[in-house]
Nanobody, 118 residues
């Protein structure tokens, strides 16, 4: 079992910045991936960014150049630095953890609200 806790959400004006954190505890495999997803009201959950234990990263086209994902392995924490925020970035942001090559299920956090005002 892996437990995830997100933090750092809030209300910010367009053009502003926020940094989200996702702290993990429990049965974390050395080979793993942590990702951020988001879900806006009335829309499907969508992929935002991912980082692997090998520090490979991937981003959705909509956030490339504005968001940066990073990790602190000592603290089992992943961060999402968000800059140049837009109203369309408004959503609940969820953290997802995957233990790679394990056959284990994916784990999700409870989500943190990000609201960007015009």
């Amino acid at each position: 079992q892996v437990h995830l806790v997100e933090s750092g959400g809030g209300l910010v004006q367009a053009g502003g910045s926020l940094r989200l954190s996702c702290a993990a505890s429990g049965n974390i495999f050395a080979a793993n991936a942590r990702a951020w997803w988001r879900q806006a009201p009335g829309k499907q959950r969508e992929f935002v960014a991912l980082i692997t234990s090998g520090d490979d990263t991937r981003y959705a086209d909509s956030v490339k150049g504005r968001f940066t994902i990073s990790r602190d392995n000592d603290k089992n924490t992943v961060f999402l630095q968000m800059k140049s925020l837009r109203p369309e970035d408004t959503a609940v942001y969820y953290c997802k953890h995957t233990n790679l090559r394990s056959g284990d299920k994916d784990y999700w956090g409870q989500g943190t609200q990000v609201t960007v005002s015009p």
